[in-house]
């Protein structure tokens, strides 16, 4: 990947830039996503045109067919940081040659299953790995490193508040909460 300012990457930034600034309201974009019950704890999600299955271990109640919840969160992560990665390494003019990025979470399940109060549901921790090499300097790649981690959507998603609201339909009630 060069790190020439004339980039495609660096063209979708400026119409970006330029369709803000012309109107504010360009800024907000909305993303959807519906899933339906498959199997015993499965489920087909549909986002845009694409859809894909998520599943359970069979320790955990399902058939294995496909990754689970967790898994498609660290795959949505490690996406994110090689888009993000791309993105700022041209809008820095970074060079980068390889880049690689693996993740990994621990999950107690006692939160999950109610076992324990006060157990999370979800990771404890979560270590995101970068394996970068080009020309430039280490220091360099740092910076693309603090950049990246002030600018990815999803790892912000995971370290800042985002207010989920849980709208519950049913044939009697419809019900609405704000989680935190």
């Known amino acids: 990947m060069t790190a020439e300012s004339g980039t495609p990457l ?12 012309d109107d ?7 993303f959807a996503a519906d899933g339906v019950a498959e199997g015993a704890v499965g489920s087909a ?3 845009g045109k694409y ?14 067919t496909a990754p689970n919840p967790v898994e498609f969160y660290l795959a949505a992560l490690i996406s ?4 993000t990665y791309r993105f700022w390494a041209q ?9 690689r990025i693996s993740a990994e979470g621990d999950l107690d399940v006692r939160g999950f299953f109610g076992l324990e109060d ?11 790995t970068v394996h970068i090499d080009g020309p430039e300097p280490a220091q360099r790649y740092a910076e693309l490193q603090q950049v990246v981690d002030a600018r990815c959507p999803v790892l912000d998603i995971s370290t800042g508040h ?10 009697e009630l419809e019900h609405s909460t704000v989680s935190a």
């Not at 859809?51 to 294995?64: I, Q, S």
């Open 45 to 47: 999600v549909t986002a």
């Open 162 to 171: 985002t207010p989920v609201r849980t709208i519950l339909v049913t044939p």
């Open 80 to 83: 994110c940081q090689v888009v």
């Open 91 to 99: 809008r820095l003019g970074i060079e980068v040659g390889d880049l």
């Open 118 to 128: 006060g157990v999370r549901a979800g990771f404890q921790q979560v270590r995101v």
């Open 10 to 21: 660096n063209d979708i930034i400026e119409a970006t830039a330029q369709a803000v600034a």
């Open 24 to 30: 504010p309201a360009q800024a907000q974009v909305v």
């Open 51 to 64: 859809t894909v299955r998520v599943d359970e271990p069979a320790a955990l109640g399902g058939d294995g």
